[in-house]
């Protein structure tokens, strides 16, 4: 099956840039998506198709995918970034099926 | 506005069932496919199954397939999972969430719903 990996934490401070990567074997080859899930609550799409932004996700989130790694940038990091973030795809099976990365703590010092 | 709502979490014993729903508005729910994904306490989210726009087709993980069942109500517009023989593994909270067109990304996504299977 296919497997998705992700750091456990990232810290940044603020107003500096946040990156996550989110690796996997040619992950290039595959379409990203990128949720945002803070504390007791449901996943928000952050980035979808590696580097869209849904309507109201601010342009300081962004995304990009080449090679085995694909990675989440998320500048001029505020204090209410902090959340957990989880990249997924589909893998390329006959009936696909959903993968998550394990999830990156973002902490915001 | 799209909304998505669970339904029917609760504690049930080792070997138990429990048929879970997700009520939606806001949106055609009969022109989208569908899909459950579980995370359990203070671990990651992890897809558990999807149903495809007319109920037709389905799939599931390896870890409930035989024991889940997913199916749809376009009529009223409700997605259900019906958990048997459930395990303490399946300890989760459960969300229902629309996809866009097949395997895109989860767009929209309900608040959740907590199943704990203990004794």
């Known amino acids: 099956s296919y497997v998705l990996t992700q750091p456990p934490s990232v810290s940044v401070a603020p107003g500096k840039t946040a990156r996550i990567t989110c690796g996997g074997n040619n992950i290039g080859s595959k379409s990203v998506h990128w949720y945002q899930q803070k504390p007791g609550q449901a996943p928000v799409l952050v980035i979808y198709y590696d580097s869209d932004r849904p309507s109201g996700i601010p342009e300081r989130f962004s995304g990009s995918n080449s090679g085995n790694t694909a990675t989440l940038t998320i500048s001029r990091v505020e204090a209410g970034d902090e959340a957990d973030y989880y990249c997924?795809?589909?893998?390329?099976?006959?009936?696909?099926?959903?993968?998550f990365g394990g999830g990156t703590k973002l902490t915001v010092l | 506005e799209v909304q998505l709502v669970e339904s029917g979490g609760g504690l049930v014993q080792p070997g138990g069932s429990l048929r879970l729903s997700c009520a939606a508005s806001g949106f055609t729910f009969s022109s989208y496919w569908m899909h459950w994904v579980r995370q359990a306490p203070g671990k990651g989210l992890v897809w558990v199954s999807r149903i495809n726009s007319d109920g037709s087709s389905t799939s599931y993980a390896d870890s409930v397939k035989g024991r889940f069942t997913i199916s749809r109500d376009n009529a009223k517009n409700t997605l259900y999972l019906q958990m048997n023989s459930l395990r303490a593994e399946d300890t989760a909270v459960y969300y229902c969430a629309r996809v866009v067109g097949h395997y895109g990304p989860f767009d929209y996504w309900g608040q959740g719903t907590l199943v704990t299977v203990s004794s």
């Open positions: 997924q795809v589909w893998d390329s099976s006959s009936d696909p099926s959903g993968v």
